[in-house]
């Protein structure tokens, strides 16, 4: 069998299966030429904050199924890439993407080859699909795109034009309509930026038209120049947009797959779209993609499982992810250098978020099990925009490392000696990079000592230490790594290890709860620690870390 197309010695009216491979094999090499650009122009955290990364994963999985379908007929091409989208979209814009395949899959039906008038028509459906499967269509974003697309194929007289000729209007439309999508949707506008979906489609469309007017062989990559964009591309989101929305709460993104028979997908969108918002539902009767931001994932769940099988299940927490997401676009490479930076090891993308939140400039995975080396401690500095660097370890097996980086680097750093994360965010709550050093270490290391630091975990084998018998798997609580309570139950644990950490009125606790623990789990053990200590505040804080059930912060 022949894998590749020849190469057409003029335009083509009609392709083949093999020929929409291409088309989209070559969408697929210059979308992964501009993911990074495309990620950056999310105004909102991922999993819808990382559209380009989405799409990408999504159209892969759509061309790397659909290869071994060479030969094939461009109805059944399409069909399996329809299917393959709908069981692999990967967030709200992988899961409209899918809209797009599914409708050229409808206008494809039936067809051996295609030419304008089922483009056109592939078009329309792919725009209506998208429209019905948002709970309440915003214009400005990947929909508006997908319209002024279709409004473009269908304005042009399909018998008169060739297929190069049509996809030079779909692009020059979709450019358009990118340029436009801050008129019309007032939250870009404020952050400075073109829809990231909607650039992620006109990637797409831009590597398509390629290769009609290259008709490149599907197995070759095409040398494609990046970035595709418009003029005067927006590259990131502006500080002061990310300052404005720091406080915003953002809740829960829930995704996943349901299968059953008879399904109703118009009538699972109303129910979604009671729960939360960004509701996007897609399918067929026998399989529905289910996206959708609520403040509890649990009904989202509840509601699938009563209706058929349930699976495909991701749950990511966008606060967090918020406050990550902003920390890495407040990073100018070409900024003026600060007066003194921060560089910290963490373990866990709850307390990186929490660090990065608070000013640090580096950030390194590490802690017990996991101890960064003298080499990975002075590129992290070397990375720092200052020439004066305070290294926070935040764990005692760390504290030699970081001194030999300090003594080692060419920079002027200082290790300030916090031994736990909750003693490093209690100096981060100190730092200024406007001050000098000397300054922000002083403050610095008096804040890191008012902070006492709780840890619950799991004795790896047993023990007696301080006149408390401890049994091999069973929970144990240290203060300030002095064994003070063990047993079976984690909430009498907490209470004991609390118990012994003398509170009293006005302190703060913080709980910062590890992977295993949910954030249901943490609440609950709050609520009950708060009506046992009267007048000591409690608060709740993913952390994400391994090992550990919960690290607790008291000050």
Do not use: W
């Amino acid at each position: 069998m022949n894998t590749t197309n020849p190469t057409p010695t003029a335009p083509r009216s009609r392709l083949d299966g093999d020929g929409l491979l291409g088309m989209f094999l070559s969408a697929l090499h210059l979308l992964e030429r501009n993911v990074d650009k495309i990620n950056a122009l999310n105004v909102f955290p991922v999993p819808d904050g990382d559209t380009g990364t989405n799409m990408y994963l999504t159209l892969r999985s759509v061309v790397e199924e659909s290869r071994p379908l060479q030969g094939a007929s461009s109805a059944a091409v399409s069909r399996k890439m329809a299917d393959v989208a709908l069981m692999e979209a990967k967030g709200n814009s992988g899961v409209i993407l899918s809209q797009f395949f599914r409708g050229l899959a409808i206008g494809l039906e039936g067809t051996a080859d295609f030419g304008c008038t089922e483009l056109a028509q592939s078009l329309g459906e792919g725009r209506k699909l998208a429209y019905t499967a948002i709970g309440n269509p915003v214009e400005g974003t990947i929909l508006t795109v997908m319209t002024s697309v279709a409004e473009a194929a269908d304005a042009m007289d399909s018998s008169a034009v060739q297929l190069n000729e049509m996809l030079d209007a779909i692009c020059s439309g979709a450019r358009e309509a990118v340029a436009l999508t801050p008129t019309m949707l007032p939250v870009l506008m404020q952050a400075g930026v073109v829809d990231a979906g909607g650039q992620g489609l006109s990637v797409i469309l831009e590597g398509a038209r390629r290769y009609v007017d290259c008709s490149s062989p599907i197995d070759e990559e095409m040398d494609l120049p990046s970035p595709v964009g418009i003029d005067d591309y927006a590259g990131s989101v502006s500080h002061e947009f990310l300052a404005a929305t720091d406080e915003e709460q953002y809740g829960y993104c829930t995704q996943l797959l349901v299968q059953g028979d008879e399904l109703d997908p118009a009538s699972i969108r109303e129910t979604v779209s009671a729960l939360g918002v960004s509701a996007v539902v897609v399918g067929t009767e026998s399989t529905v993609r289910v996206h959708v931001h609520v403040a509890d994932p649990g009904p989202v769940l509840s509601a699938a499982v009563a209706i058929g099988i349930v699976s495909q299940v991701k749950v990511e927490n966008m606060d967090s992810q918020h406050v990550e997401f902003s920390a890495a676009h407040r990073q100018d490479p070409v900024a003026q250098p600060l007066e003194s930076a921060v560089v910290t090891v963490v373990r866990g993308k709850g307390f990186e978020a929490v660090v990065n939140s608070l000013g640090v400039s580096e950030v390194l995975q590490g802690g017990d099990t996991m101890n960064p080396s003298v080499k990975d401690l002075l590129e992290a500095v070397g990375r720092a925009p200052s020439e004066q660097v305070i290294l926070l370890p935040n764990n005692r097996n760390i504290i030699p490392a970081a001194r030999q980086a300090a003594e080692l680097s060419d920079k002027i750093v200082t290790v300030v000696a916090s031994e736990t994360m909750p003693q490093g965010i209690g100096a981060l709550l100190s730092f200024s990079p406007d001050r000098d050093a000397a300054t922000n270490v002083a403050e610095m290391e008096e804040a890191a000592g008012s902070v006492k630091t709780g840890e619950v975990t799991r004795a790896v084998r047993e023990v007696e230490l301080h006149g408390i018998a401890v049994k091999e798997g069973s929970l144990i609580g240290l203060m300030e790594r002095v064994l003070v309570s063990t047993g079976e139950d984690i909430e009498d644990v907490l209470g004991a290890l609390l118990h012994q950490a003398g509170l009293a009125e006005g302190d703060l606790v913080t709980l910062y709860y590890g992977e295993e623990i949910t954030a249901g789990e943490a609440a609950a053990a709050a609520t009950t620690l708060g009506a046992s200590f009267e007048g000591v505040e409690i608060e709740v804080v993913e952390g994400g870390q391994p090992h550990y059930p919960f690290i607790i912060s008291i000050e």
